[in-house]
């Protein structure tokens, strides 16, 4: 069965040293628990913090790029980076790991086309428009609502992602900006991580009537591991008493100082006391699946973990070599081999490869 995470962070651990071909401890992601669980293929982000702007947003995605050309090209011929959909169905034949590359938050193409097809170039094939702010495409889930949609500048920007064969990612933004880019777009759009507000009505989740607008486009909606989206005792639980705040300091110094063996152990701790807490488990993602099908259509679903951007997973999916749980959990609920299959990874090959053909006719 070919897998395909939508959306993982590993490059920002890359940049905090991560060797990723070891076995790492305390490690969501490495490329041996990539080949553990079966993963067809993991797109990478090039997370860019919103307090970075202009150049210096710019460098930093150049330079979580060049650390992923450097990992990936020194692991050997079993994973290869790939650009386009023709790419990844060779590796799969080939049964070789494919690493696709995403910005999440447009902020480094700093209002200039030409960078965003320089990133193209360089074999970013996605791009998460907004983060946890507005910034110059448009406005965020967690914005302040700075254009009421996409700017201007915005609209250019879906316009020459479809021509450039670029998938247009509306994780994190607002519903205005997702409404903008549904109407914009003349290619399917996706949105990589963001499970079903129904379940748990957080804006920065995914409302049932974009989910169907996604559809209706042609698009996907890949559900998020993250346990405060799937649950809202969860989030609760989190933020209650600071504990939230106290974890986000840790792994700031942790970020500040990755080399520092204290801000390891104390990262680490973090880490392990997290996973004491009562969280949903691997079956709450199948419900969001779930809920999902429902509302989209099995064509129009799949994974998009989070996996080393967040803090603490589901019980049952602490790390990458875990995620084939998800799909026995579907089938032991009835969905044949051909439909999980459809949300382990083929919807979101043929989203790509719809992208890139509808990127001819623009």
Not at 52 to 59: I, K, R, S, Y
Not at 100 to 126: T, V
Not at 280 to 290: G, N, R
Not at 330 to 341: A, I, N
Request: glycine share 8%.
């Amino acid at each position: 069965m070919f897998i395909l995470d939508a959306h993982c962070d590993s490059p920002s651990q890359m940049y905090r040293l991560r060797d990723f071909h070891k076995d790492n401890d305390h490690a969501q992601v490495d490329f041996p628990k990539l080949r553990a669980g079966g993963i067809g293929a993991s797109v990478f982000a090039m997370y860019i913090f919103p307090q970075l702007e202009g150049a210096e947003a710019t460098a930093y995605a150049l330079k979580l790029i060049s650390l992923v050309y450097d990992q990936v090209e020194s692991a050997g011929d079993d994973i290869r980076l790939c650009f386009r959909s023709s790419q990844l169905r060779e590796n799969i034949a080939a049964k070789r790991l494919s690493i696709l590359m995403s910005l999440e938050n447009g902020s480094p193409i700093q209002r200039s086309l030409s960078l965003l097809r320089l990133f193209r170039r360089l074999g970013i094939s996605s791009i998460v428009l907004t983060h946890n702010a507005d910034n110059e495409i448009g406005d965020a889930a967690a914005g302040r609502r700075r254009w009421g949609g996409l700017s201007p500048f915005g609209r250019e920007v879906v316009s020459e992602m479809n021509r450039l064969g670029m998938i247009v990612d509306v994780s994190h933004a607002s519903d205005e900006t997702a409404s903008d880019c549904l109407d914009c777009s003349k290619s399917p759009i996706i949105a990589s991580h963001s499970s079903c507000r129904s379940i748990n009505p957080l804006r920065r989740n995914i409302s049932d009537s974009l989910m169907r607008r996604i559809a209706d486009g042609g698009g996907l909606v890949g559900i998020s591991l993250y346990p405060s989206f799937l649950s809202a005792d969860f989030a609760a639980l989190l933020a209650a008493d600071g504990l939230e705040d106290r974890v986000d300091a840790i792994e700031e110094e942790f970020k500040a100082a990755p080399a520092d063996s204290e801000k390891i152990t104390a990262w680490h701790a973090v880490q392990d006391s997290l996973l004491t807490l009562p969280r949903p488990s691997y079956k709450a993602v199948v419900d969001h699946i779930e809920h999902a099908v429902k509302v989209a259509g099995i064509d129009h679903v799949g994974i998009g973990s989070d996996y080393d951007g967040v803090c603490v997973q589901p019980v049952g999916l602490e790390n990458v070599s875990k995620l084939p749980c998800i799909f026995e959990e579907l089938h032991s609920r009835g969905y044949s081999w051909d439909d999980v299959e459809k949300i382990a990874g083929g919807n979101y090959l043929r989203v790509l490869s719809d992208v890139e053909r509808l990127a001819g006719n623009i």
